[in-house]
């Protein structure tokens, strides 16, 4: 069984800083690209930053291109989210996700079939 575990949301002002994590069980973790998703109330859920399995490649949407930097530790079988210079807008729960397929990109027209149960971050202005 697959599962993706989130920690490290919370509460911080505007430019302050912020790690996720996600820690992934029950597969060969160094297989799989992953990947960091977002969902604000009232809007849907949006591709934030992908990875490949090796690490040596990453994607991001431009909203967050040099301020989050994605990350991944193969021997902890973690994934990162460094986030600098958060801003109100990127106020959601985050949400971490792992394709399906191995040897994946790490675009975000992928197909991601796990996910996390999401860590909110909050950004007060």
């Known amino acids: 069984q697959v599962q993706l575990v989130e920690s490290g949301g919370g509460l911080v002002q505007a430019g302050g800083s912020l790690r996720l994590s996600c820690v992934v069980s029950?597969?060969?973790?160094?297989?799989?690209?992953m990947a960091w998703f977002r969902q604000a109330p009232g809007l849907e859920r949006e591709f934030v930053a992908g990875?490949?399995?090796?690490?040596?490649?990453?994607d991001y949407v431009d909203s967050v291109k040099g301020r989050f930097t994605i990350s991944r530790d193969n021997a902890k079988n973690t994934v990162y989210l460094q986030m600098n210079s958060l801003k109100p807008e990127d106020t959601a729960v985050y949400y971490c996700?792992?394709?399906?397929?191995?040897?994946?990109?790490?675009?975000?027209?992928?197909?991601?079939?796990?996910w996390g149960q999401g860590t909110q971050v909050t950004v007060s202005s």
């Open positions: 996700a792992s394709q399906l397929s191995p040897w994946g990109s790490a675009s975000p027209t992928r197909k991601y079939d796990y």
């Open positions: 029950g597969r060969t973790f160094d297989r799989y690209a």
């Open positions: 990875i490949t399995a090796s690490g040596g490649s990453t």
